[in-house]
């Protein structure tokens, strides 16, 4: 198993455990008490956790990388979920899309189409469909930006958010759980995927991979809320499989 492996399954025991033992960490996963005192160092020295005797704490401090540097992960995949979520709007069709790295991505896609309405948070998505005059009805919602995401979020926000019912929403989690649902790290952005959710006829989770069998801070949807889950091809069976089960529609 790859450092990079190891350090994702460790994230994964501390967010449901949040303590954690390196004895134990060991047996899990198959690796000597060196190595993972090694994996320890490293994501400490990343601000994701905190050594203690014997073992580690989650980080109080953790936070999501930067905007711009999100973006720059799993950009193939998330290129394959955009062509794939764009195929599912028609046209005359009113669509809510949140911010997010992946949702950015997907706005190239939804710059190629003519004849809907697409309602968003996001500045980037509205410049990307703005800035190639496409025969799209754009509505940029208002609120305040607070914080590097470039998108509005507040009260003011989800007021607006209530004011339409729209046919599809299409929203990114950081993280997708088929037990526990989907989550954001940031409140505000969960509080605006969650209302637009709750304005659609249909919901629509744009996750790649690596997004998948993870949970992070705040909880915006129960997995049986999730119409269709456009992720690429990399997904697990396993962890498509809840998803399956409860009806909703995968989309590789």
Same mark, same amino acid.
């Given at each position: ?5 190891? +350090? ?47 073992? #580690? %704490? ?22 394959? &979920? ?23 991505? *997907? ?5 190629? !189409? ?8 996001? &500045? ?16 940029? !919602? ?22 339409? +019912?729209?046919?599809?929403? *299409?929203? #990114?989690?950081?993280? !997708? ?10 409140? +505000? ?10 304005? #659609?006829?249909?919901?629509? !989770? ?22 269709? %889950?456009?992720?690429?091809? *990399? ?18």
């Amino acid at each position: 198993m790859w450092s990079k492996e190891r +350090h994702k399954r460790i994230l994964n025991v501390l967010e449901t455990n949040e303590q954690v033992s390196a004895t134990n960490l060991a047996g899990m996963l198959g690796v000597s008490r060196e190595t993972v005192r090694r994996d320890l160092v490293d994501l400490e020295a990343d601000g994701l956790i905190n050594r203690v005797h014997g073992g #580690a %704490l989650l980080s109080q401090t953790r936070s999501e990388p930067p905007f711009r540097k999100r973006q720059d992960k799993q950009i193939r995949a998330k290129r394959e &979920i955009a062509r794939k979520a764009a195929g599912l709007v028609l046209p005359g069709q009113t669509i809510l899309v949140d911010a997010g790295t992946t949702t950015s991505v *997907f706005a190239h896609e939804l710059a190629k !189409l003519s004849g809907i309405t697409v309602i968003t948070n996001s &500045i980037d998505i509205a410049t990307t469909i703005q800035s190639v005059g496409t025969k799209i009805d754009l509505l940029l !919602l208002g609120g305040g930006i607070i914080s590097d995401v470039p998108a509005t979020f507040g009260e003011l926000t989800l007021t607006e958010i209530r004011r339409f +019912h729209v046919d599809l929403t *299409f929203v #990114a989690p950081v993280a !997708l759980d088929g037990e526990k649902g989907a989550f954001d790290f940031d409140l +505000h952005e969960a509080a605006v995927a969650g209302a637009m959710m709750e304005q #659609a006829n249909e919901t629509v !989770l744009l996750v790649d991979h690596t997004k998948l069998g993870q949970i992070s801070r705040v909880k915006y949807c129960d997995p049986d809320q999730i119409d269709v %889950l456009v992720t690429d091809k *990399f997904a697990p069976d396993a962890v498509l499989r809840p998803f399956q089960g409860r009806g909703t529609k995968v989309i590789l």
